[in-house]
């Protein structure tokens, strides 16, 4: 298939305005490519550097036709858009992802029926709609985590449970937020690990396929600490998380980045833990120590532009730097960067809270997780 390319100065638009999309607007904008953010929020971190920011929600109608109008591709930057906000759009313009794959990685339960389905690794798990399913639910899955179908991320929406007692409880506790409207659980077995990796993939509209090297990743309450490449794991592991992480992309259809967690057993075996229809949080190295990043892949393949080298130029580590850094008072950049192969990246956020992502480090070079971890130390971070 011969892709025709958008041209530069083309209006690109991405549905959500948090870090994620201000490194889409980026690396647009490097291309040539202006870009349209769509965000509820005022002053949501990719605002700032976008051409043009529509303040509205996800599903305004008038949002949409505007940008339908204006823009000749669409993306989001976060699973949790409205998968019929894209379908609205895929009828005028070029969206990528598409609705049904976003539908798909927004609902647990969908994601694992797919995977299960595709013949995937997943672990075992149980839908819970219930108090009467958590006291159905098979003796294996205690201790076990319930999670909230939709809506949950870093580590919210999730609950550790012992037995089924804790399952109640927790259950009780998720339909009674006001955050949620949680109406949907599963409840998976407690797994113990050898250690949690992650591969990104790339697959363009000419349905080419390309995968960064698998990362290694550390995380500190459900958020991601750390991530380090090379990962140090098992070639047999290597091989089996990137063919896993292909062949959901092929499964999907995918058109788009796509972040596939993966959970590695004490035997070497390997289990989807979840994906991410977008760029992801433990891909942020790619910016730094890849031919292409993350970002600007992301771009080609919205403008139907060849896909670029997913090499690895040099070996990385990165910490996320959450709010609690800044507990007291501003970290000190300098100390950070007294290390003359550090990167320093923030998102522009307002404030700074407990648990919220406001920015990353990497380290580059030999010995960057060891200096990475000097790093932490002086900021304070519990990484």
């Known amino acids: 298939m011969k892709l025709a ?23 647009a904008q490097t291309m040539g490519f202006r870009v349209c953010v769509l965000d509820p929020a005022p002053e949501c971190p990719a605002a700032d550097v976008a051409d043009r920011h529509l303040q509205a929600n996800y599903d305004d109608p ?7 109008r204006t823009c000749a591709a669409a993306t989001t930057e976060f699973e ?13 313009i070029r969206v990528a992802p598409s609705a049904d794959c976003v539908g798909i990685a927004q609902n647990r339960i969908a994601e694992k029926s797919f995977l299960c389905e595709a013949g995937l690794p997943v672990g075992d798990y149980a839908v819970i709609a219930s108090a009467q399913d958590v006291l159905d639910a098979p003796e294996s899955l205690f201790p076990g985590i319930l999670k909230a179908a939709r809506f949950g991320y870093d580590g919210k929406g999730q609950a550790a449970v012992a037995d089924r007692g804790a399952a109640l409880a927790a259950l009780a506790e998720f339909f009674s937020s006001d955050t949620g409207g949680v109406i949907e659980c599963v409840l998976e077995r407690h797994i113990d690990l050898a250690c949690e990796v992650s591969v990104m993939v790339a697959r363009g509209l000419d349905g080419v396929l390309g995968h960064w090297p698998v990362t290694r990743n550390v995380h500190r309450d459900g958020v991601l600490a750390t991530s380090a490449v090379p990962a140090l794991v098992d070639p047999s592991i290597e091989a089996a998380a990137i063919n896993a992480a292909l062949r959901v992309a092929q499964a999907l259809d995918y058109t788009g980045v796509l972040g596939v967690e993966i959970f590695v057993l004490k035997d070497h075996s390997i289990l989807i833990n979840e994906i991410a229809p977008r760029p992801h949080n433990s891909g942020h190295w790619t910016l730094d120590a890849s031919v292409t990043s993350q970002f600007e892949q992301q771009v080609r393949v919205l403008a139907g532009l060849p896909l670029g080298s997913t090499d ?5 580590a990165m910490l996320n730097l959450l ?11 300098s100390a950070v960067l007294a290390e003359p192969m550090a990167k320093l990246h923030l998102y522009g956020k307002r404030e700074a809270r407990p648990r919220r992502k406001m920015g990353h480090v990497t380290v580059l070079g030999k010995g960057a997780a060891a200096t990475l971890m000097q790093i932490a130390k002086r900021l304070g971070a519990s990484h």
């Open 5 to 27: 390319g958008l041209a530069p100065g083309s209006w690109l638009a991405v549905l959500g305005g948090g870090q994620l999309g201000r490194m889409f607007c980026m690396a």
């Open 62 to 68: 008038v949002a949409l036709a505007e940008i339908a």
């Open 80 to 92: 949790n858009v409205p998968a019929e906000a894209l379908r609205f759009l895929a009828r005028a």
């Open 312 to 316: 690895l130029l040099v070996p990385v």
């Open 323 to 333: 709010g609690d850094c800044w507990e007291t008072t501003e970290p000190d950049w």
